[in-house]
């Protein structure tokens, strides 16, 4: 098992949630004694997902389930290049998830940011992701209605983010988790979002849902119809965006059939 330097910041982080000075100094104490285990109710890291930009673990923060995630450096990029290029994505994901909140979509509650260590630590949502739900549709629980909710949903939320000026960019049912206790949609993982009020840029949003839909989800039917239906209902600009989907569409067919 290896100690991970995350824990010596851990402090700051704490610090920054608003929490008790006193208890964070002790609790500061046993963090950097703790090491990666397979059981992070300890407050140890766990690490549940890892891509190409960044770490994923689960662990405790502040006697609160939470989500760490690490941006790591690239060691092809000069180390004085690559911090500022992490902390410049890392605070632009930390502020679009602010604005996504603000705009009524929900999303993780963000309890720190760590320029030093390259880390944000949020919420732990409690349930299923869209993704593992559309794929049990005909199983039991996952019927017509149940999608037709989630679709409408995802649509609704879309439509208020589109709306605020906040475009996604990653718009996949990886990145949509449904809160088990009050069957709420949550977007997560702000890591490509951007700030655009072109309905290009919206338009391409949407197709990038659609093309995923279509390759991973393609036994759940008219999704996609249902998702624009909740669009359309909460964007007030729907129509520009729709009217720009369907040459983005048009494009992206020529480019298939060029190979």
Known sequence: M??????????????????????LQLQKVDLTEMEIKADGSDGSLVLIKQGAEARVFESTFVGRRCIVKERFSKKYRHPTLDSKLTIKRLNAEARCMTKARRLGVATPVLYAVD????????????????KDIFLGFGLVGVDDERMTDIATQIGNAIGKLHDGGLVHGDLTTSNMLMRSAANQLVLIDF???FTSTLPE???VDLY?????????????????????????KS?????????????????GRKRTMVG
């Open 2 to 23: 290896t100690r991970h330097p995350i824990f010596n910041n851990f402090l700051t982080a704490a610090i920054s949630y608003g929490g008790d000075a006193a208890n």
């Open 235 to 251: 964007s007030k600009q729907w129509s520009s965006t729709f009217n720009k989907l369907a040459q983005v569409r048009q494009r």
């Open 201 to 203: 840029d919206k338009a």
């Open 115 to 130: 320029p030093v260590m390259h880390t944000l630590t949020f919420e732990y949502v409690e349930g299923p992701s869209v």
């Open 208 to 232: 990038v849902l659609e093309r995923a839909l279509l390759s991973m989800h393609s036994s759940c039917g008219n999704v996609m119809d249902q998702i624009l239906a909740g669009y359309k």
């Open 191 to 193: 890591g490509l979002s």
